[in-house]
Every structure is written in C-alpha cells, then in structure tokens.
C-alpha cells in the first residue's frame, strides 16, 4: 500500500508540473506573438522603381512608376528617389518591371551634361552585330543609305557620341524590328534629320577615331 501511495503521489506531481509547464509555455508563445506585431517595421530607403516593363523612349508619366522601401545599404547605385526628377523625362535603356530608375536609364540632361550643344537621339541600327562592337563615349559617324538603292548613301552626322546602348529587346516585337537601339549624343542642328533617317533609311556605323 504504500508503495502505491508514493506512486499515485508522484503522479500527482508529475501532472501538476506538466500543468505550470504548460501554462508556462503558452504564456511564452502568446508574449511572442504580441511583441512580433507591435514591432515597428524596419526602416527603408523609398526608392522609384518601373510599375511595368518600359521600353526605350519612354516618356515618363505617374502611371509608369511606383515607390518602393529598400533595406539601408541595398538601394542601388545612383537610384532615383525624387519623382520630380522623373516625370516627363525619356528612357534611354529599356526595364523590366519592378526595376529601379538609375541617371544611367535616363536620357536627357544628366545623360548629355558632357556634351554642351547636342541632343539625344535614339536610332535603330540594322545591324545588331555592328552594334555590339559600340559602347558609351565612342565617336562615330552615321551614314544613311536607301534599301532599294533608290538615292546615293549620304553621312547626316559626323562625331556622333555614343549614349547609351540598350540591352536587345525581348519583346513581342523584338523578331519583327531586327537590329538594335542605340542612343546618340548630336549637334542640335541635326537631330530632327537623324531621327527621320533612322525611320526611313538604313544607318550605317563608321568609326572615326
């Protein structure tokens, strides 16, 4: 008898404990779940970032963007964080969707501050592999030619500074285009006959130093 007395004794024990443990425990459980939810939420950089893909030429509008918290630390290099410094300006390097607008997708006056007395131009070159041999602050000249061999060849611009050359488009219409955009630093008085050339003829590069 007494043996079974010391026994059901210490079972008494054991569910009492077991009890306070558990009490214990979901009083553990509540405290954490409180304290995750008045946490304040950490701190982040708003930094403006494309509310869907953007394709070179691109006249920025309030639709095109959306503000976006980076971690301290992670907001990439040169990123834009005014939308006045953004609205009405034009994509010189087409991005994806979710991507943050840097001065370096942008054309216009950052873009051109060194060159006084030329305006941007973004131009179609037929023949992308002519463009993978360009990069940033190449001077070249573009010739402009007829397919159908209707006119002579004539060069529209000398000393034109390369700006920026795009990543190839993925697009939908990627296949149909051909060739790649690329952005061009020319003298004002003729960047309405480069533009028209790019649509009408077929642009040639010629390196000229």
Do not use: C, K, N
Not at 31 to 47: G, I, K, Q, R
Not at 104 to 115: D, F, K, Q, R, V
Not at 152 to 164: G, T
Not at 176 to 205: K, N, W
């Amino acid at each position: 008898m007494l043996l079974l007395r010391i026994l059901d004794d210490l079972r008494r024990r054991v569910l009492v404990h077991r009890r306070l443990l558990g009490s214990a425990f979901a009083a553990v459980a509540v405290w954490l779940v409180v304290s995750a939810a008045t946490d304040p939420p950490a701190a982040t950089v708003p930094v403006w970032t494309s509310a869907h893909d953007l394709p070179t030429g691109t006249v920025l509008l309030r639709d095109d963007l959306v503000r976006t918290g980076y971690a301290p630390g992670s907001v990439p290099t040169a990123a834009v964080g005014s939308l006045a410094g953004l609205l009405g300006r034009t994509v010189a390097t087409p991005l994806g969707a979710g991507e943050p607008l840097t001065a370096a997708h942008l054309a216009g006056a950052t873009a051109l501050s060194g060159y006084p007395g030329r305006s941007a131009v973004a131009v179609r070159i037929p023949d992308a592999d002519v463009v993978s041999l360009l990069t940033p602050g190449q001077r070249v000249s573009l010739v402009a030619s007829d397919p159908q061999g209707g006119s002579e060849p004539e060069r529209v611009v000398e000393d034109a500074a390369v700006l920026a050359v795009p990543h190839a488009s993925t697009g939908a219409g990627a296949g149909t285009l051909g060739g790649r955009l690329v952005v061009f630093a020319v003298p004002e008085s003729r960047a309405d006959e480069v533009a028209a050339a790019g649509t009408s003829r077929y642009l040639s590069v010629v390196w000229t130093r």
